[in-house]
Structure formats: C-alpha cells, structure tokens
C-alpha cells in the first residue's frame, strides 16, 4: 500500500503535472471537469425549472415530481453513459462529447426538477393570494416572489446535482477523449500495476474537486439567498 502512495507522490510531482497549457496537467484537466460539469448542469437547469416552477406554481404534476425523483435514483451513472455512447455511434454524433452530455443533463434533471417543484412548495399561499390581490400578475409572481422564496431549496438540488456531475465526468472518461481529471484513473488502469499511482493521485484529484466544489455551492447559497430567509428550515427537499 504504502507503494502505491509513493507512486502517487512521485507521479504528482512531476513538473509538467501542474502545467496550464499543458493539455494532460492537472490545472487543465480540472478546468476540463468543471467545464462539463458545469454545462451539464445549465442544460439540465434551463430545461428543468421553468416546468417545475410553472408546475408548482399551478399546483400540478404532483405525481410527475414524485416519479422523477424515483427515476432519478434508478439511474446507472455508466450505464447511462454506454448508452448514449451506442446511440451516438448508431447516429453518427460525436461520440467524445454527446454520450457524456446526454448522460450528465440525464443525470442533474431529477434533483433539479424536484428541488424547484418542493421549493416552490413551501411559498406562503397566503402571501401568493396577497400579491394576486394587489394586481400582481402570474408570471410576476413566480419570478419575483416564488422563485426567490424557492432559491434554498433550488440551490440545494443544484448542489446535489453538480457533486453527482463532477464523479460522473470522472467515470465518463472512458468514452470521452478530454475526461477531465478522469483521465488519469482510465489511463491508469490502462497501464496495469504501473499505473496504480496515476489512479490513486487521479481519484485523489477527484475528491478534491468535489469538496471545493462543495464549500463552494455553500458559499454561492449563502450570498444567493434573499436575506432573512432561513437556510436551516427551508432547504428540505425530496433531492435525488
């Protein structure tokens, strides 16, 4: 064991590893991982709240949210992946791109879309019927009083849903010719008992990633979120 850390160690200190320019350095890689994490989680967000909210807002699809989210936790990260990879190369698609955009948009729309439904859930009807009776119309009061009210819980499945990314990009390596961090697990095995270093420093990498990424959407919450509102009591959401 200790072996394999001191394949690790030697393999991470090597010059070219923290390069920026360097296509296989670490800084680039985890701008790689990010970047696909990131675009997955806009896609799913653009094509998963507007419904939600509407839904919510309409207090309907109560059944439809329930089944995303039961959806949501049968879903096989890597079979996803192969899957779409096959249905890329059947059609013809790029298959180093499609496949692992498909599978993380796939992956993000259950916490997102059930986060969004909950969370607009939680808004005081009350004070809904308050704004209606002041001449508020519909659309403005899903943006300018739900949706605010909603963010906690909206953040929430986000943050859920990008952790979920950032480990998925790393498994979607495989199919994908960047793969971000990910790359040095696939090369790694790839290599044997070789290349144990490069995995263990490859996952090492990963884990890091994913706690930044974690303080860093608890950060984003906290500035986010309309002041006064308590993150405590409003974020508990049906998160997949």
Known sequence: MS?????AWAW??????WSWTDPAGIPYRTLEHLGFSALGLLVA???TIPPALWLAHHRRGAFLASSVVNIGRAIPSFGLIILCWYL???WGLNTSFWPLLVALVALALPPLFTNTYAGVLTVDAAAVDAARG??????QIMLRMELPL???VILAGARVAFLQLVATVAIGAIVNDGGGLGRYIVDGFAQGVA?????LAGGIAVIVLALLCEGLFSLITRL????GLALGTTARPQVA
Do not use: C, M, W
């Open 12 to 17: 991470l200190g090597q010059p070219n590893r």
């Open 134 to 139: 002041t001449g508020h119309t519909e659309t």
């Open 224 to 227: 986010a979120v309309p002041k």
């Open 45 to 47: 967000g653009a094509l």
């Open 195 to 199: 290349g144990y270093g490069e995995i």
């Open 150 to 152: 909603a963010s906690p």
């Open 88 to 90: 890329a190369s059947r």
């Open 3 to 7: 072996d394999i850390f001191a394949q």
